[in-house]
């Protein structure tokens, strides 16, 4: 018999007035205990809508069914036939946009908890490393270590493929090392991926920036790669153009993430500093602004405000984010935006000049389109201005690599399905061709791109 209770089993967590002033993991995940109980709510629907809800179609029913009867190995081996990465999907993936927005379930109270779960068989099931793999003597060179790079090297792999990850910074992992903070996903989780691959025989070379030490055509011409994926992202931050973005204390919130993530700013041996602000004006909703305000509470700003020219509904955030960041004490001013940032005698920022703003019709992305409304500026005291307003392709390799179409966004551009871009042997997937997207959208490119270089090279 399922589990009729309408609402999902609640995650532990840490308590926000303790958390909000470290950097562990918010959510500690649930207990067999939990996961069975949870497990328990899946009907195991004979045509079960939540797979088509996953970007990479895992099927949630049978691996649900494992978990319910305590069997976290065989959930995460059936996981494993088609997400590379569920560590990580179990824990930053949208799914109340993906597969729990399609459970039955939700249609009366809450669907299940079809993250929540991956990630408890991710963390406590266990599966056997697959056996030597016999090289096929093809070479493949794979730009950028994020997921979308990364799904492809241990694909291509576990194909007999000898891979090369050539990443720009020291070291691998792309957004989930330098941009999601440690207390979302710990960075043992994307070492340990990193690991897998190692063992698998994938080699990286970081350090290496691909367009400055060696081009794609060099990597081809001179180092015998006989295929390339780029998978190098959308690290080029964006920024209003409104007066003032010049001013000291004004970040993107790339650099703010980077600094703190990656560079482990908030230790105190660190040798990459960050400014630590008093009030905190992080201007944007989406994952990235709560990442940025959550992390300017963490390095102990007293204020910490999100702009947001839309309301809630329109936040792209995921849920739990918000909802993590208001409980941390976080504070919304939506319809909101601002229109100049003033600076005090020395060069600081000093306040922001906001204005209120209306919805009007909807826009290209069907959501309502924000209007200033005319009279109602009004500022708010600040001494940091953190712009997470989007991202968009580094234009490096587009500038470094001729006959690689790219768009007016300067995005790759690339074959939905298979990665195939306008360059003979040249693929490319994730946010490099998307723009800013979802890990999960990434890792199936990368997947997708490999299926295609692998029928490349055997055909070639
Ligand atoms: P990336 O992860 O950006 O990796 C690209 C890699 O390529 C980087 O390591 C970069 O250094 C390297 N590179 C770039 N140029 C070169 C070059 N010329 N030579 C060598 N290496 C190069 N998505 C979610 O699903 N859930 C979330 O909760 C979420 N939160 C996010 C929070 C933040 C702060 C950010 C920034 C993004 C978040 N995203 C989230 C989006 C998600 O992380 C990205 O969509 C995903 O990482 C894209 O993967 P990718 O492999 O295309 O690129
Ligand atoms: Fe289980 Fe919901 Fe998927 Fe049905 S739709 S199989 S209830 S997770």
């Known amino acids: ?125 266990k599966i056997s490393a697959p056996g030597r793999i016999e090289l096929n003597g093809h070479k493949v060179a794979i730009v950028g270590a994020g997921p979308s790079g990364l799904t492809c090297a241990g694909d291509l792999a576990k194909l007999g493929y000898s891979v090369t990850v050539f990443e720009a910074f020291h070291v ?115 994952n990235v602004a709560m990442d940025a305000a959550r992390c300017a509470l963490r390095i102990g700003s007293e204020n910490v405000y999100i702009l947001y020219r839309r309301g809630e509904e329109e936040m792209p955030a995921r849920k739990e984010e918000i909802h993590h960041a208001k409980e941390e ?7 909101s935006a601002p229109v100049e940032i003033e600076g005090d005698e020395n060069g600081f920022v000093k306040r922001v000049k906001c204005i209120k703003m209306e919805l009007g019709e909807a826009d290209d992305s069907g959501r309502r389109r924000p209007h200033p409304v005319k009279g109602s500026e009004y500022y708010i005291d600040a001494d940091c201005v953190i712009m997470a307003i989007g991202t968009s392709p580094n234009p490096l390799i587009r500038t470094t690599t001729p006959d690689l179409e790219t768009n007016r966004h300067g995005c790759i551009v690339a074959d939905e399905s298979t990665g195939k871009t306008s360059k003979e042997g040249v693929f490319a997937g994730g946010d490099a061709v998307t723009g800013a997207a979802t890990v999960i959208l990434a890792m199936g490119a990368g997947k997708n791109a490999a299926k295609a270089i692998d029928e490349y090279l055997k055909n070639k």
């Open 329 to 335: 004490g976080v504070i919304f001013h939506t319809l």
């Open 1 to 125: 018999m399922p589990n009729m209770s309408l609402n999902k089993v609640v995650m532990p967590e840490q308590d926000p007035a303790v958390r909000s002033r470290n950097f562990k993991e918010v959510s500690l995940g649930y207990t067999k205990e939990m996961a069975i109980e949870e497990a328990q709510r899946c009907l195991n629907c004979k045509n079960p809508r939540c797979v088509s809800g996953c970007p990479v179609n895992v099927d949630i029913p049978r691996f649900i069914s494992k978990l319910a009867a305590g069997d976290a190995d065989g959930a995460l081996s059936v996981i494993s036939e088609t997400s590379s990465l569920p560590a990580v999907c179990g824990r930053v993936c949208p799914q109340e946009t993906q597969c729990e927005a399609k459970c039955v379930r939700g249609i009366k109270g809450e669907p299940v908890a079809i993250g929540r779960l991956e990630r408890y068989a991710a963390d406590n099931g």
């Open 172 to 286: 691998p992992g792309g957004v989930l090392i330098y941009g999601i903070p440690e207390f979302r996903l710990p960075k043992t989780i994307v070492a340990s991926e990193i690991d897998k691959l190692k063992a698998l025989g994938v080699h990286f070379e970081t350090n290496y920036i691909v367009g400055h030490t060696l081009t794609v055509d060099e990597l081809m011409k001179e180092e015998g790669f006989e295929a390339v994926f780029v998978g190098s992202g959308a690290g080029l931050p964006s920024f209003m153009n409104i007066p003032g973005e010049n001013l000291n204390g004004v970040y993107s919130a790339n650099e703010f993430l980077t600094r703190i993530n990656l560079m482990k700013a908030y230790l105190p041996d660190a040798k990459t500093p960050v400014m630590i602000p008093k009030t905190a004006m992080i201007v944007g909703a989406g």
